[in-house]
């Protein structure tokens, strides 16, 4: 990564995985316009998504998760294991069980399908700056899921939740509840007066000790349990 977080050279290569052609014509539209980011492939299925993603090693999959034969959660699963490339998961805003699979599947970010161009470059632009991003109105829909029963943020129980909070020292929960209110790497040094690499080393332990794939499912974590303050 370059100091402002972009990838190496400041171009930013995404792969696009939806069915529906007219929604990756319009994806490519707004990506392409930027000066930073470049579409380098489509997929019309998962499973052409995680065979483009071994082939063309992007920076960042924007993925549907809803698609034929293999759908888009079993292809982040795949493209996360293999560390393949970040995953950004497009969603519609009635969240349902694909949204959490995806989540436990490592996806690094959420966005409505709904999204403004602006937001949906500044989404790719920190996922694949490895800061993550979740819009606000998925991170609402799938708390107020997991208070109702219908998931979990996390695939464990309450009580492992609060075993690893427990787990945490003093500065590992500042950054937790950083990341729970959406800051970057960069953001989180800032706030805490620290480097920036000391931020991200914060942030590997945090995600290590929670158990989780992802700073997404760390934030949603936070945000449930700390609440605003931390």
């Known amino acids: 990564m370059d100091g402002d977080g972009t990838p190496a050279g400041g171009l930013v290569r995404v792969l696009l995985a939806d069915d529906h052609a007219a929604v990756r014509a319009g994806l490519r539209m707004v990506l392409d ?30 993925m549907d998760v809803r698609m034929p034969g293999v759908d888009g959660i079993e292809a982040t699963r795949q493209v996360v ?5 970040e995953v950004l998961v497009l969603t519609t805003f009635d969240l349902d069980d694909a949204v959490f699979g995806a989540l436990r599947a490592g996806a690094a970010g959420f966005l409505l399908k709904t999204a403004t161009p602006d937001e949906l470059l500044t989404a790719v632009r ?5 800061d993550g991003a979740l819009a606000p109105e998925v991170v609402r829909r799938v708390l107020d899921a997991a208070v109702a029963g219908r998931g979990e943020p996390r695939g464990e129980t309450p009580d492992d939740v609060d075993r690893a909070l427990a ?35 914060h942030v590997s332990r945090v995600l290590g000790k929670l158990g989780v794939a992802s700073r997404v499912q760390a934030a949603l974590i936070a945000r449930d349990r700390l609440g605003d303050g931390g």
């Open 81 to 85: 294991a293999e560390g393949l490339a």
């Open 167 to 201: 787990e945490l020292t003093d500065r590992e929960r500042e950054v937790l509840a950083a990341l729970g209110r959406g800051l970057s790497n960069a953001q989180i040094a800032q706030d805490l007066a620290i480097s920036e690499a000391t931020a991200k080393t």
């Open 126 to 130: 920190r996922v694949a700056a490895g």
């Open 33 to 62: 316009a930027a000066p930073d980011v470049h579409v380098v492939g489509e997929a019309s299925d998962g499973a052409a998504a995680v065979t483009n993603a071994r082939a063309l090693r992007p920076d960042v999959v924007l």
